[in-house]
């Protein structure tokens, strides 16, 4: 039980990190778990049926690879996301140095922190990738990635239809 809430928590707050905006700065309260959960529907949901589908969030997941695949070799290590890590931690930093600022300067700041947000990707953590790397190789295959998304998926999918929508949020196990 320990293990599935840490995963879930890992993976809403991956899902958080993706839809990083001006408002969402400015904000001093934190989201709901219903707002969380609604804004991750929204943002994965390519069908606009509120609903993400298992081969929505694969997509999604198989995007947020090659993000983070920065050599192109079919493979993520360590490195590469710490990597990512590092330079969406820098352009969030100068986005706060100029948020307070207007015009172009602003604008660049804001593109490079949308340009170096981390997306959603299983095995962004020491241990989440430790578990991940089913071959013990010291990188993430694309077939690893793809069948921890598919676990993830189901354990997200709490009335087993296929789908992952609201109701998947607030229903207990």
């Known amino acids: 039980m320990r293990n599935r809430t840490f995963i879930l928590g890992a993976t809403v707050l991956a899902v958080a990190l993706t839809d990083l905006s001006a408002p969402s700065f400015a904000a001093k309260s934190k989201p709901t778990p219903e707002q969380r959960a ?3 529907i929204k943002r994965l949901d390519t069908s606009g049926d509120s609903k993400v589908s298992l081969q929505e969030f694969q997509a999604r997941v198989s995007t947020s690879f090659k ?5 192109g070799n079919g ?4 490195e590469e996301i710490q990597a990512k890590r590092q330079a969406f931690r820098e352009a969030r930093k ?12 602003r604008e660049q700041a804001m ?6 947000r981390p997306s959603m990707l299983p095995g962004m953590r020491p241990r989440a990738f430790a578990r991940i790397d089913a071959d013990g ?7 690893e990635v793809a069948a921890a998304t598919e676990r993830m998926f189901k354990r997200r999918d709490r009335n087993g239809d296929g789908m992952i929508d ?3 949020f607030t229903r207990k196990v």
């Open 38 to 40: 609604e804004r991750m």
């Open 67 to 71: 993000s983070f695949d920065a050599n």
């Open 75 to 78: 493979e993520i290590s360590r």
């Open 94 to 105: 100068a986005w706060r140095d100029a948020r307070a600022k207007t015009g172009a300067e």
């Open 111 to 116: 593109a490079k922190l949308r340009e170096a």
């Open 137 to 143: 190789n010291g990188a993430l295959s694309t077939a």
């Open 166 to 168: 609201a109701a998947d």
